[in-house]
Nanobody, 121 residues
Framework: VQLQASGGGLVQAGGSLRLSCAAS????????MGWFRQAPGKEREFVATISWRGGGTIYADSVKGRFTISRDNAKNTVYLQMNGLKPEDTAVYYCAAGRSFSAVRNNYGYWGQGTLVTVSS
C-alpha cells in the first residue's frame, strides 16, 4: 500500500482543516487506517484510527470531540476532519495503514510522507 497525505496548511486557532490520504493497492479496503502526528522535538503520537469497514473509530483524548476520521473505500481515501484547531495541534500529520485496529504505532506497517499543519494563536 502506498499512501499520499494532503490538505495541511496554516490556519488560525479555532479554524478547521480536512486532511486526505489517498491509498493505492488492493488491500486498502481491508486494512485499518490511522492518523498520527509529530510535533517538533516530540515523539510521533496517535491521533485517530478507523476500522476497515468504517464502523469502528478510536481517538486520542486530546482530539476527541474536535476531530473526525472517516474513509471512502470506493475512493481509496481516508479523511481527518479537524475542527476547533489549537496551537498545540501543530505537527506533521501522517496517515498509516495496518492490520490491527489499534492506537499502537508499531501495528501500522505502511506510512505516508506527512503533511504539515500549523495553527497560529
Amino acid at each position: 500500500v502506498q499512501l499520499q497525505a494532503s490538505g495541511g496548511g496554516l490556519v488560525q486557532a479555532g479554524g478547521s482543516l480536512r486532511l486526505s490520504c489517498a491509498a493505492s493497492g488492493r488491500t486498502f479496503s481491508s486494512g485499518v487506517m490511522g492518523w498520527f502526528r509529530q510535533a517538533p522535538g516530540k515523539e510521533r503520537e496517535f491521533v485517530a484510527t478507523i476500522s476497515w469497514r468504517g464502523g469502528g473509530t478510536i481517538y486520542a483524548d486530546s482530539v476527541k470531540g474536535r476531530f473526525t476520521i472517516s474513509r471512502d473505500n470506493a475512493k481509496n481515501t481516508v479523511y481527518l476532519q479537524m475542527n476547533g484547531l489549537k496551537p498545540e495541534d501543530t505537527a506533521v500529520y501522517y496517515c498509516a495503514a495496518g492490520r490491527s485496529f489499534s492506537a499502537v504505532r508499531n501495528n501500522y506497517g505502511y506510512w505516508g510522507q506527512g503533511t504539515l499543519v500549523t495553527v497560529s494563536s
